[in-house]
């Protein structure tokens, strides 16, 4: 293993077995093989009804690394995860970690639920190998994290779920791991901590090697410089073209859009984006392409569930990174739509765009206006995943971070 490699996976496979009932059979009879004489791991092979969950993994970590894993539903990311941090044992292959390891890959898992949050702290610190003093020194900073001080001495079991979530992300991130394993956590929480949490992500990485788990690829690609991405327990894709990790990965749902989030109160039927014909004609390619100078039109139909009255639309613009650039909300413009139709056809035109040269997606968010919280909430969204080609013109400078865009919606 190299100095500074901290990770080393090779042809590292896991199998389940479909059938409850089968599973316990083989389970029984792989004890009494293990005792009797010990199997070479490469000769394992499939019995009836069991299949790879993962199959012949092999990347490499070093320290101020960070790997994004990203995959649809079912393609082996948890099981990955679970063999790494060792909760689970490979079928086939090596894995080899080099340091403390920090993992926060399932809610509450490493908490004793009958003690309390400071008494937790304690037992994780010391699983992972950490002195008493060396525990002592970091707990102010674990509590005050996060921001659990009042329950601290508090049992882990009457904890909310987000409560749980936070003390295991504050003590993996403040245990000085050498490599941390994180789940889909900045998932849960809200916007203030997962802001926090993923800042602190940044922090720790510039020390260890982190393996990052995340359906969010804004967030895969802010902080990610290797992707792994895997389908079926394979990986399609290795390697530190991250713009190129998340395309295929957006490639892997039909052609090139991807239902992701929040679909149960909106569902968008068509979506396309196209430059005004007053300007440029319709596009003929199947990414349409778009001149700074013309306003970009977006028709959309998209029927709302009955128990949402009304609602407004975000148009979320990023770039090929994924990174967010430019924001269009209806809601800034005019009051929430009324949902008092089946089927909406609406158009929105955005005018002339101060975006560079090149490709461009934009994603669609059903949203709802909560008024007992004075926020938007996007219980109703929906994204959908469109790309567009933007030609600019050369004198076009660099553009600023996120633009509010003006712009028009009609019901059509
Ligand atoms: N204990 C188990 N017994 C049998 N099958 C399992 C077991 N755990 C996971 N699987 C199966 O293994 C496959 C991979 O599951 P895994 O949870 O690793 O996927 P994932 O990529 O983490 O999915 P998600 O994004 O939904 O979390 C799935 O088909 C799943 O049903």
């Given at each position: 293993?190299?100095?500074?490699t901290l990770v080393t996976v090779e042809h590292v496979a896991k199998k389940?077995?479909?059938?409850?009932?089968?599973?316990?059979?083989?389970?029984?009879?792989?004890?009494?093989?293990?005792?009797?004489?010990?199997?070479?791991?490469?000769?394992?092979?499939?019995?009836?009804?069991?299949?790879?969950?993962?199959?012949?993994?092999?990347?490499?970590?070093?320290?101020?690394?960070?790997?994004?894993?990203?995959?649809?539903?079912?393609?082996?990311?948890?099981?990955?995860?679970?063999?790494?941090?060792?909760?689970?044992?490979?079928?086939?292959?090596?894995?080899?970690?080099?340091?403390?390891?920090?993992?926060?890959?399932?809610?509450?898992?490493?908490?004793?639920?009958?003690?309390?949050?400071?008494?937790?702290?304690?037992?994780?610190?010391?699983?992972?190998?950490?002195?008493?003093?060396?525990?002592?020194?970091?707990?102010?900073?674990?509590?005050?994290?996060?921001?659990?001080?009042?329950?601290?001495?508090?049992?882990?079991?009457?904890?909310?779920?987000?409560?749980?979530?936070?003390?295991?992300?504050?003590?993996?991130?403040?245990?000085?791991?050498?490599?941390?394993?994180?789940?889909?956590?900045?998932?849960?929480?809200?916007?203030?901590?997962?802001?926090?949490?993923?800042?602190?992500?940044?922090?720790?990485?510039?020390?260890?090697?982190?393996?990052?788990?995340?359906?969010?690829?804004?967030?895969?690609?802010?902080?990610?410089?290797?992707?792994?991405?895997?389908?079926?327990?394979?990986?399609?894709?290795?390697?530190?073209?991250?713009?190129?990790?998340?395309?295929?990965?957006?490639?892997?749902?039909?052609?090139?859009?991807?239902?992701?989030?929040?679909?149960?109160?909106?569902?968008?039927?068509?979506?396309?984006?196209?430059?005004?014909?007053?300007?440029?004609?319709?596009?003929?390619?199947?990414?349409?392409?778009?001149?700074?100078?013309?306003?970009?039109?977006?028709?959309?139909?998209?029927?709302?569930?009955?128990?949402?009255?009304?609602?407004?639309?975000?148009?979320?613009?990023?770039?090929?990174?994924?990174?967010?650039?430019?924001?269009?909300?209806?809601?800034?413009?005019?009051?929430?739509?009324?949902?008092?139709?089946?089927?909406?056809?609406?158009?929105?035109?955005?005018?002339?765009?101060?975006?560079?040269?090149?490709?461009?997606?934009?994603?669609?968010?059903?949203?709802?206006?909560?008024?007992?919280?004075?926020?938007?909430?996007?219980?109703?969204?929906?994204?959908?995943?469109?790309?567009?080609?933007?030609?600019?013109?050369?004198?076009?400078?660099?553009?600023?971070?996120?633009?509010?865009?003006?712009?028009?919606?009609?019901?059509?």
């Open positions: 293993m190299e100095k500074d389940f077995c479909r059938d409850l009932k089968t599973s316990l059979w083989y389970g029984v009879k792989d004890l009494g093989s293990e005792f009797i004489a010990r199997k070479k791991n490469d000769d394992i092979q499939l019995r009836e009804k069991e299949f790879w969950a993962v199959k012949d993994i092999n990347f490499e970590l070093k320290r101020g690394e960070c790997l994004g894993l990203i995959g649809r539903n079912g393609a082996g990311k948890s099981t990955l995860l679970k063999m790494l941090s060792g909760l689970i044992k490979p079928d086939k292959g090596r894995i080899e970690m080099r340091g403390r390891v920090g993992a926060l890959i399932e809610l509450g898992a490493g908490f004793n639920p009958i003690l309390t949050g400071r008494e937790n702290i304690y037992n994780n610190g010391s699983v992972l190998g950490l002195k008493k003093k060396e525990i002592d020194a970091v707990l102010d900073e674990i509590i005050d994290f996060s921001e659990l001080e009042a329950f601290i001495d508090t049992p882990v079991q009457y904890y909310s779920s987000g409560m749980r979530v936070r003390l295991g992300f504050s003590v993996a991130v403040h245990m000085k791991p050498d490599v941390l394993i994180l789940d889909e956590v900045l998932a849960v929480g809200d916007s203030g901590f997962k802001t926090k949490s993923f800042n602190k992500i940044n922090e720790v990485i510039q020390d260890a090697a982190v393996i990052f788990v995340s359906h969010s690829m804004p967030n895969i690609a802010t902080i990610t410089n290797k992707i792994l991405l895997m389908e079926n327990g394979y990986v399609e894709y290795y390697g530190d073209n991250i713009s190129d990790g998340i395309e295929r990965y957006f490639n892997l749902f039909t052609g090139d859009e991807a239902n992701v989030e929040f679909n149960q109160y909106a569902q968008v039927e068509d979506m396309t984006i196209h430059p005004s014909p007053i300007y440029s004609g319709s596009s003929t390619s199947s990414i349409p392409k778009i001149d700074y100078r013309d306003p970009i039109i977006v028709d959309l139909s998209l029927k709302v569930s009955d128990e949402i009255e009304s609602f407004h639309v975000k148009l979320q613009i990023t770039d090929k990174d994924l990174k967010i650039i430019g924001i269009y909300d209806s809601v800034q413009f005019q009051e929430s739509i009324k949902n008092n139709r089946e089927l909406h056809q609406l158009k929105f035109t955005l005018p002339e765009s101060i975006f560079i040269d090149g490709e461009y997606a934009m994603s669609v968010f059903v949203t709802q206006y909560d008024k007992t919280i004075s926020k938007s909430k996007h219980l109703a969204a929906y994204r959908y995943w469109r790309k567009f080609n933007m030609k600019a013109s050369k004198e076009l400078g660099l553009v600023p971070a996120v633009v509010y865009l003006p712009g028009i919606t009609e019901s059509v």
